[in-house]
């Protein structure tokens, strides 16, 4: 249990929310907004919320935490009227949810592939048990089975991108060391720069630039959407620190110059390596 949260469980936290969501989706006393609402219109919103947790959790930010959760699981309560009013069936008459623990102790850990990214073993083995099911899906239905199937294209781009690349890279397809994935990466920059010209060509080789920035992520063993919040933490940081600089001096950005506005990144960029040297 996290400290600070104790108060916080799926069952108080869903009890308090869940009598107010049916009410609100009453044909004739309820909210106009919450009666047009299904599953797809929610989705982003919950994604949204899942983001926040994530969020509040890296920075250590405890109470922010708690209030997160909240939101996320006040969002599943939200989520509840919709299913009585469209399934067929009760939630709690479902298959269960797999869990990766009913599966540790019989799958066995296959070996990793020469040259793959090291994955932890209890990892591996749900990926495998994953596959597997992925396999027999296939083979039960028309659509002939791939490596890469179960892959939803709903999920945040990078992330997907990642999880392309890892599931690729099981099977063999993927750079032998991380120098040429920098060379890749020089290629692609090219190409973008040849295409400046033709937005819809532009369009395309930035997809396939930023593709190949998230395999170097991979092969580095960093999570791309880590890397990219904690660059929007340090971006909103510094530039609310030109902000308070440039106040000081009665001023603004707008009325800067850009090459003052760089000087002042500069210069806070130039404090904070100090002050993390010191």
């Known amino acids: 249990m996290l400290h600070g949260i104790r108060a916080l469980t799926p069952r108080r936290r869903s009890s308090a929310c869940s009598p107010s969501w049916p009410s609100l989706r009453d044909p004739e006393t309820g909210c106009p907004w919450d009666r047009e609402q299904n599953f797809a219109t929610i989705a982003p919103y919950t994604i949204e919320e899942a983001y926040e ?18 939101d996320l699981l006040c969002s599943r309560s939200r989520s509840m009227p919709v299913w009585r009013k469209n399934a067929t069936r009760s939630i ?15 799958i066995r850990m296959s070996s990793a592939r020469p040259g793959s990214t090291p994955r932890p073993p209890k990892t591996v083995a749900w990926e495998e048990q994953k596959a597997h099911e992925r ?3 296939a083979l039960a239905g028309s659509e002939p089975h791939s490596a890469l199937d179960g892959i939803g294209p709903a999920l ?13 890279a099981r099977v063999g397809f993927d750079w032998p060391a991380v120098a040429p994935i920098y ?9 973008l720069k040849a295409e400046s010209g033709d937005p ?38 510094r530039f609310r620190q030109i902000e308070a600089r440039l106040a000081a001096r009665g001023s603004e950005p707008a ?19 100090s002050s993390d040297k010191a």
């Open 200 to 237: 819809e060509r532009s369009e395309d080789e930035l997809g396939d630039l930023l593709f190949a920035v998230v395999n170097l992520a991979r092969r580095l063993e960093i999570d791309p959407e880590r890397a990219l919040r904690g660059a929007c933490r340090k971006f909103d940081r």
């Open 53 to 70: 947790v994530a969020e509040a959790a890296e920075r250590g930010a405890m109470a922010e935490l708690k209030e997160e959760l909240g």
């Open 92 to 106: 709690s008459t479902t298959s269960p949810p797999r869990s990766p623990t009913r599966w540790f102790a019989a």
């Open 255 to 273: 009325q800067t110059s850009l090459e003052s506005l760089e000087a002042e990144w500069q210069a806070i960029k130039a404090d904070e390596i």
């Open 135 to 137: 396999r027999a899906k």
């Open 156 to 168: 945040p781009s990078l992330t997907r991108a990642i999880k392309l690349q890892r599931r690729a």
């Open 183 to 191: 060379d890749k990466i020089a290629e692609e920059i090219a190409e």
